[in-house]
């Protein structure tokens, strides 16, 4: 008998849950939408797109609005539709059980501006091409000259990556001028000094060299001593007298 009742109890207690179930899936295709929420996740770190640009792509494009039935919402399309600005890493748009429409964006981080013959963009963190217009909004090293995409993703992004590892170089480089056979000048925020490094190639042993310099001649006869430093021979570092 015990055996019977605990048998009925079970079939009735899952066929409760069946039915919450298909209530539950029912009323949540019929609820409507009662407003959007938008998270720029990392914003904290740096913002380069603001939830007001969000909302203005959005509403120029998407099909959604307060008071529809979230089931008629297509957060795919939306996700679709915000991958197009190619500030946003990545997004997730979805419908909540209190009836919102949630996005919640990621931004792709700047780490290196390239102005060329091509034209003017962005390299991010992973090498990939930010065209956006961003000039006012991040400080990050400038790299101008004749320069193809090939030569930005396969020498200078690496280059992007040591300086963003190495806070002092990163503070110091403000400018990358490449000429026409890829030999490298950099241009510091601080001194007034020409910096010739040759090839973008063994760049942290060159570095290193200049640093001894800093540290063991420039903070004894000052920045503006010479105007040309060059650090293209193995173990050298050159400089020009300022005439």
């Not at 060299?209 to 001593?225: D, I, P, T, V």
Request: aromatic share 10%; proline share 3%; glycine share 4%.
């Amino acid at each position: 008998m015990k055996r019977l009742l605990r048998y009925i109890l079970t079939v009735v207690f899952m066929g409760y849950l069946l039915f919450a179930l298909v209530w539950g899936v029912r009323s949540a295709r019929r609820q409507e939408c009662k407003g959007l929420c938008v998270t720029v996740v990392d914003s904290m770190r740096a913002q380069y797109i603001s939830t007001a640009e969000i909302l203005r792509l959005l509403k120029g494009h998407a099909e959604w609005e307060e008071n529809i039935p979230l089931a008629k919402i297509n957060t795919d399309e939306l996700e679709t539709l915000l991958y197009k600005n190619s500030l946003i890493k990545e997004a997730k748009c979805y419908t909540t059980p209190s009836g919102l429409l949630r996005i919640d964006v990621s931004q792709r981080r700047p780490i290196m501006r390239i102005i060329s013959d091509n034209g003017a963009y962005f390299l991010d963190e992973s090498g990939s091409l930010i065209v956006a217009d961003l000039f006012g909004a991040v400080s990050v090293p400038v790299a101008t000259g004749p320069i193809s995409t090939e030569y930005a993703q396969q020498v200078l992004y690496p280059f992007a990556c040591f300086l963003q590892k190495h806070p002092f170089w990163q503070a110091q480089i403000e400018q990358i001028c490449v000429d026409n056979r890829q030999q490298v000048e950099l241009i510091p925020r601080v001194g007034d000094q020409r910096i010739l490094i040759g090839e973008l190639t063994a760049y942290e042993e060159k570095l290193n060299n200049l640093r001894c310099l800093y540290e063991q001649a420039f903070s004894k006869c000052g920045w503006n001593k010479y105007t040309v430093i060059n650090l293209k021979y193995k173990d050298q570092v050159v400089c020009t007298r300022r005439k």
